[in-house]
Structures are given as C-alpha cells and as structure tokens.
C-alpha cells in the first residue's frame, strides 16, 4: 500500500502523459513487441492506447532521434530493417556495455534485489518451456535489466537501453530453429549461469555469463535469420 500523507492522501501520479507515452513505446521496441519493417502510425498507437495522437507524435520524434524508428514519408513511421553488418555492431557494443552494468551491479545487488532477479530468471525460464516467443522477449528484457538497473551508472544504462531500442525488435528471431521447441532456446541462454555467479559477488564471472548469453544468441540469430538489406 502507497504511503499516506499527514491528511490521509495519496499521491497524485506526476507523470506527464505524453512521458508515459513514449516509456511505454521504449518498453515495447526493447522486449521485441514490435518487428523489423513494421509500419507505425500515430493513430492507431493512439486508440491502443487510449490518448491522442499529440503524445504518440511526440515519442516518434524522440524515438527517430535515437535511430530507433525511421520516418516515412506518409507521416508514419518504421521499425527499422537493419543489416547483419549493423546487428553484429550493436552486438559488439552490447556485450561491453552490459558486461560492465553486470560486473558493477555485482557489487551492489542486496538481498531484496537478489530475490527480484532470481524470480526473473525463473519467469524467464517458465516462459521458454511454455512455448511462448512475445512473453520469452519481456521476460528477457525483465531479467537483464533487473541486473542493470543496480550499476550505479545512469548515463551506462541509457546507452543500454538506446542500443536495446535499436536491436529488441530483431531479437524475435531467436526463435527460429525452434518452432516447435521454445524450450531449447535454454541451450543458447545463460541467465541462470549470470544469477549463480551473482549469488557467489564474482563479478568477472557474472559479465562472462551476460557476454556468452548475448553472443551466443547473436550468434544464433546470425545464423538462422534471412537479413534484408536496409533501405536508404
């Protein structure tokens, strides 16, 4: 239950709503809600919504900014086709910077934070043996940066999650090569190898773990999907 003040008040939700908005868009590029070449107009993410197009405009343009949509010249917008040159790219950048949020969150994850990334990790696991790709994505994305979020360095996490913006969408494609068998996409996937190194404070096996689970699953994707070259 949220805290009261001295009147018995609750507090009122500060948030603009045009800041909800393209938080809730961020969320959605980065856990792979959306794919690679898919057409976004402001209208409709406004009626799913359930605001205006103002707010949903406005998280266009801060999204094209960061390279995470591309404009079209209808005034929509698109998830960006990226090549497996770029891929391999904003791998490379991935696996440093998550491998150094890992090794100093190490340090400072506590109890309450451990019990939070293990129920991560095991959401992470249940959603691959259910079978279920959309649920897989955020559940993954949950797990990383429930790590992450303890590094102590914001300007390290907003990298991240510019770079996350860029490569979520692509990341469906983990799941080809196993169509009818999610649950083997655990072979290629090291969280609970993170989480045990995270329980013995062994920072440089932890951002060993996170680095071999990102290229691993790079490696996959590379491997398994049919790049497009990107227009422009």
């Not at 961020?26 to 792979?32: K, P």
């Not at 491998?99 to 451990?114: D, F, M, P, V, Y």
């Not at 590094?151 to 490569?167: A, D, K, P, R, S």
Request: proline residues 3%; hydrophobic residues 45%; charged residues 25%.
């Amino acid at each position: 239950m949220a805290d009261k003040t001295q009147f018995g008040l609750t507090a009122v939700d500060s948030v603009p709503l045009h800041e909800k908005v393209y938080l809730e868009l961020v969320r959605a590029l980065m856990s792979g809600q959306f794919v690679p070449g898919q057409k976004l107009t402001s209208r409709k993410l406004a009626k799913e919504l359930g605001t205006s197009d103002m707010p949903v405009r406005s998280a266009f343009m801060r999204l094209q900014a960061l390279r995470a949509l591309s404009p079209m010249p209808n005034g929509s917008v698109e998830v960006p086709i990226i090549s497996a040159e770029r891929f391999s790219q904003l791998t490379a950048v991935r696996t440093i910077l998550e491998g150094s949020a890992t090794e100093l969150a190490t340090k400072r994850i506590n109890g309450n934070n451990l019990r939070t990334i293990r129920r991560h990790c095991t959401d992470l696991t249940l959603a691959a043996r259910k079978g279920d790709i959309d649920d897989y994505l955020r559940k993954n994305h949950d797990f990383k940066f429930s790590i992450y979020r303890h590094c102590g360095n914001e300007q390290m996490i907003f990298l991240i999650e510019t770079v996350w913006m860029q490569v979520g969408p692509f990341l469906r494609n983990l799941a080809m090569g196993f169509e009818d068998d999610l649950a083997s996409i655990l072979d290629i996937d090291f969280h609970e190898e993170v989480v045990a190194a995270i329980e013995a404070q062994d920072g440089e096996r932890a951002r060993a773990a996170i680095m071999r689970d990102i290229d691993e699953g790079a490696a996959h994707i590379l491997q398994q999907a049919r790049f497009l070259k990107a227009r422009g």
